[in-house]
């Protein structure tokens, strides 16, 4: 009996490894554009592509981020500067795509620029403060995404865009759940309006890695920066005590939690971007398999009374 069980369960993923592992043709004719190539995943998936062979497009934030980049890289890899909350930079670069790639288009765009700070309670900020990141994480996945998508339907090609766990659930306010949460909704959507056009549209939700933006000493400071600002009421409704405890959760979740290995990322990036049968989720990370989107299923009662338990209200990040 339980051989009949497990043979069937065998045979599908037998089947779905054999499907997965195939690759497109012609890498070295295939363009593929990268937000926030400076640092973090988006640094390593432009060098790990470049390496296959792919035709990279990095866009760069900084001019530091470029120079560096293009030390590590083959020729090959052009790049580009956009800020992707600035929708003038972002057409610009689009533009400078379009030069680049003509009758051949461009197979791919990777939406992996975002910022992760100032997170904390949410009424430790004001409606200023949720705009910029939303610029960045939201809106700017939405304006790079338009302003290729032409390009990409020539190529009947692929979207990629880099959410997070904290897409599907939400312990901490400020605008890093919300901005991760839309992108999210974008990436559902377009999925289905691109279908009819072969486009393939992919959303990674990762875990946590080890990058900039779970960096300690920046968290850290995100929660003193917040707090110093705070009204001294809403000191007093939190107390000192919050926000001592704020500050070794940092410590204590970030030490433990965070992934050192960028390539579980970013294999799932170039699957997206390569594979000729690419999946539309990939969730890297164990804590984001084993934890965050097991959570994510759970009755909202469950979710927030584990969350209550385990000190996530003190959470900055
Ligand atoms: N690390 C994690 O645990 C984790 C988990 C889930 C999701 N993510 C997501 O993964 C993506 C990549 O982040 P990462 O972890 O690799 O961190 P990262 O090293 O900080 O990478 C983010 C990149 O975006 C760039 N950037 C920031 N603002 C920009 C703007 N306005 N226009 C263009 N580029 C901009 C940054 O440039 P500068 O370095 O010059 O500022 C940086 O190169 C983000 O969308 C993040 O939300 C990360």
């Known amino acids: 009996m339980f051989l009949y069980v497990l043979g069937p369960v065998a045979i599908w993923f037998l089947y779905r490894w054999y499907k997965e592992s195939k690759r497109v043709p012609n890498k070295g004719e295939k363009y593929v554009y990268i937000t926030g190539c400076d640092t973090g995943f988006g640094n390593l998936l432009a060098r790990h592509l470049d390496q296959l062979g792919f035709r990279v497009i990095a866009g760069c934030y900084t001019e530091k981020g470029e120079d560096e980049l293009k030390k590590t890289t083959s020729n090959r ?27 051949k288009g461009l197979w791919g765009v990777v939406n992996n620029a975002g910022v992760a700070l100032p997170s904390g309670p949410n009424d430790w900020f004001t409606i200023e403060d949720y705009k910029p990141m939303l610029a960045i994480n939201l809106c700017g996945v939405i304006d790079v995404t338009l302003s290729v998508l032409p390009l990409i339907k020539m190529t009947r090609g692929r979207v990629v865009n880099v959410a997070s766990v904290f897409g599907r659930i939400s312990p901490f306010g400020g605008p890093y759940c919300i901005s991760k949460y839309g992108v999210e909704s974008f990436n559902d959507s377009l999925r289905i309006n691109m279908a009819p056009f072969g486009i393939k549209v992919a959303c990674i939700e990762p875990g946590f890695f080890k990058t900039n933006v779970t960096d300690m000493g920046m968290l850290k400071n995100n929660v003193k920066k917040l707090w110093d600002r705070l009204p001294q009421n809403v000191k007093d409704d939190y107390g000192l005590d919050f926000y ?60 927030d009374t584990f969350f209550l338990l385990t000190g996530a209200q003190t959470q900055s990040i």
Request: with cysteine; charged share 25%.
């Open 77 to 103: 890899l052009m790049s580009v500067h956009v800020d992707v909350s600035d929708s003038e930079s972002v057409k610009q670069a689009a533009a400078s795509i379009k030069d680049l790639v003509g009758e």
């Open 244 to 303: 001592e405890r704020s500050m070794s959760e940092v410590d204590y979740k970030f030490k433990k939690l965070t992934d050192g290995n960028l390539m579980k990322v970013v294999g799932c990036m170039e699957h997206a971007i390569s594979a000729v049968h690419p999946r539309s989720r990939y969730s890297p990370g164990w804590d984001a398999k084993l934890l965050w989107l097991p959570l994510s299923y759970l009755p909202t009662s469950v979710v």
